[in-house]
């Protein structure tokens, strides 16, 4: 009867007692509150002794021909990628008088887009002084090149233009001649080919004079272009504070110190008690388990 109600009494109650589990946790709290420790000091001494490289920081103000009001950000996108060239990078380090590898200088830098028009340079260096020449230099021949394309567009937009003119031109001759050599008493039945070359000729002058318009505006547009590009935000050391940094790494530390010794604390109970799990087991199983 007694092994019977013992029996009945082990199966009622559940595998893991939280409660206990919490009361064994609390008991290795040296355990717990070493490891605690000892990633805070950690953290603390990685602030310390592995500080980050000195950087600096430039924004850039960029003007599309195409910029539109509900645009998603493709364009500044765009930027961000030129940006991360061998192009860009080249055209820095020959303004530096750097003798680098342009793929090993663009492992020190990147491009984030703020908005539709304005995007940051993120630059490190060996020293404050070089960061702020390197995001100086990499600004400028951004801001060089991009000038540089939308000139190059322009030019090529008004040039396509006008050779679009040009032919219409040539036909406008043709039209004309074909008018001057019709003689004024000619068939009367021709007159409706008169009144289409006439009808023509007004057509051609039209479009010549719409094509001369958008060639102007192509290359009147691109000075808002280059006015509008610049460096907004001068290229200036990115402060690090060490007791900030201590502050956060001790803290990161110390959270995960925590958490590793409460973890190791909680299986060190729970395998401590290995041999009281498996009566209960073998009580919730109904069979004979030897320990």
Excluded at 32 to 41: I, V
Excluded at 70 to 76: E, V
Excluded at 230 to 249: C, F, M, Y
Excluded at 258 to 276: E, F, I, K, M, N
């Amino acid at each position: 009867m007694t092994t019977s109600t013992a029996a009945q009494s082990s199966a009622s109650a559940p595998l893991l007692d939280l409660q206990a589990l919490v009361v064994a946790v609390r008991r290795r709290r040296r355990v717990w509150g070493a490891l605690a420790l000892l990633g805070l000091l950690a953290g603390a001494a990685v602030a310390v002794l592995l500080p980050p490289r000195p950087a600096a920081v430039a924004k850039v103000l960029v003007a599309h021909k195409d910029d539109q009001p509900n645009d998603t950000g493709t364009l500044i996108r765009t930027d961000v990628e030129l940006l991360s060239t061998t192009r860009i990078a080249e055209q820095a380090l020959r303004s530096l008088d750097s003798g680098e590898n342009p793929e090993d200088f663009m492992r020190d830098y990147r491009g984030t887009g703020l908005t539709n028009n304005l995007f940051r340079i993120d630059v490190t260096g060996d020293s404050d002084a070089e960061a702020v020449a390197r995001a100086k230099a990499l600004a400028d021949a951004f801001v060089a090149d991009h000038v540089r394309r939308m000139r190059e567009s322009a030019e090529a937009e008004a040039d396509s233009l006008l050779d679009q003119r040009d032919r219409m031109r040539k036909e406008l001759a043709e039209v004309n001649k074909a008018i001057g050599d019709r003689a004024p008493d000619d068939d009367p039945g021709a007159s409706a080919s008169i009144e289409s070359l006439y009808a023509r000729r007004a057509e051609l002058d039209s479009r010549i004079a719409e094509f001369d318009q958008r060639a102007a505006e192509a290359r009147t547009g691109t000075p808002e272009v280059v006015a509008g590009t610049r460096i907004v935000d001068a290229p200036h050391a990115v402060e690090h504070s060490l007791p900030k940094a201590v502050g956060i790494d001790a803290a990161i530390g110390l959270a995960l110190g925590l958490v590793l010794g409460l973890s190791l604390a909680a299986v060190g109970a729970v395998v401590a008690d290995r041999p009281v799990l498996r009566r209960d087991i073998a009580a919730n199983l109904g069979a004979s388990v030897l320990a």
